[in-house]
């Protein structure tokens, strides 16, 4: 009997190539797009995904279905951002929605229906290690690679899950879309938060929370001493030159916010680089445990090429890495991402 397995397809070539690939290698492929954002637009969620992703079922001749994911996004993504952003914090709202949206809950209804697995277009790969753990590998192509954002998937999902993306580059993929001439082969990659079009997380903070917003505060140096007036603490994250609408003569940049003070700290640019971060709700995946200190790869956004460091757990459950190299901006609410080679061993959320 066919393996089943339900596709997550958001409208664009990736998901839309990954239902193609998966129904070639012989899987009963069901398509389904996540109902989690009302608003229009181009990005993942947008109403028009639907409309192209039900296009390309249409083509590849799959089963196709919306399922609303509203009320969990809200709760585990937009609710998580907002609180994150008030608490001084800058978070990472695509892998909060990896973890509980697009895998726990997609996962959670896929299996009800009777399908073997969830696959998705991201550009990463998973693998058994010798170690019996199941990891997130390293696209083929360090440009598209997407593993940074699906660290804190857990074992159980990581064994349901397919993702045939990670084997080709944007290239091919795009190549391949023309070739069996699926609607979305020209359509542009997704940039924004997708509830965010604008890139505008002040305002859209305010929108949803104007009770709570702090409001302006003093921005001050290292030693406490105002410099001046700063306009809210949601417009701001570590490591932030450009907007800060004060001037003192010098290059300076966002070194800490501080949210119990509706302070922030600015400071030179030597004094956002720091050498040991720290991190809670850690997520081990390539490696069951960290006894003693090691050396990975560290990641600190997304974008980072990473610096080596020592791993090691603290005994208050914690994360601590010291890198060989001073890392700029570590910021808190992104996350660390460490790597034993090719693979995702593990990571938290930056304190």
């Keep these: 009997m066919k393996k089943k397995v339900v596709v997550g397809m958001s409208g664009g070539v990736d998901s839309s190539v990954a239902a193609y ?58 609710d998580y951002f907002v609180e994150e952003y008030l608490a001084g914090h ?105 509830f965010v079009p604008d890139g505008d997380y002040a305002s859209f903070i305010e929108s949803v929370a104007p009770e709570r917003i702090p409001g302006e505060g003093n921005f001050v140096d290292t030693q406490g001493n105002v410099l001046g007036r700063h306009r809210g603490i949601t417009h701001y994250t570590v490591g932030q030159r450009k907007g800060l609408e004060i001037a003192l003569g010098r290059r300076i940049f966002v070194k800490e916010i501080r949210p119990r003070t509706n302070e922030v700290v600015l400071g030179e640019n030597d004094d956002v680089f720091t050498d040991t971060v720290i991190c809670d709700r850690v997520n081990l995946m390539a490696i069951p445990q960290l006894d003693t200190p090691r050396r990975l790869l560290g990641k600190i956004r997304y974008n980072h090429g990473g610096e080596y460091g020592m791993a090691e757990m603290l005994s208050d459950g914690r994360l601590k890495c010291t890198f060989e190299k001073p890392v700029r901006a570590s910021t808190p609410g992104q996350a660390l991402v460490l790597y034993d080679g090719e693979y995702v061993a593990g990571g938290g959320t930056i304190l």
């Design 21 to 78: 690939l998966l129904k070639e290698q012989g899987y009963d492929v069901i398509g389904v797009t996540m109902q989690i954002w009302q608003e229009e637009g181009g990005s993942c969620c947008g109403l028009s995904a639907v409309e192209d992703a039900r296009a390309v079922a249409e083509v590849l001749d799959i089963p196709y279905y919306v399922m609303n994911f509203r009320e969990e996004f809200k709760c585990r993504v937009m």
């Design 90 to 194: 800058t978070p990472n709202p695509c892998i909060a929605c990896n973890r509980y949206v697009k895998w726990e809950a997609l996962l959670r209804r896929a299996l009800e229906i009777g399908a073997d697995y969830i696959a998705t277009g991201h550009y990463a790969r998973i693998d058994m290690l010798d170690n019996g753990r199941y990891a997130v590998r390293n696209s083929v192509t360090a440009h598209k690679d997407q593993t940074y954002a699906l660290y804190n998937l857990t074992q159980d999902q990581l064994a349901h899950t397919l993702m045939p993306v990670g084997e080709y580059t944007k290239d091919e993929i795009r190549s391949i879309a023309l070739a069996q001439h699926l609607p979305v082969a020209h359509k542009a990659d997704s940039q924004d938060i997708c």
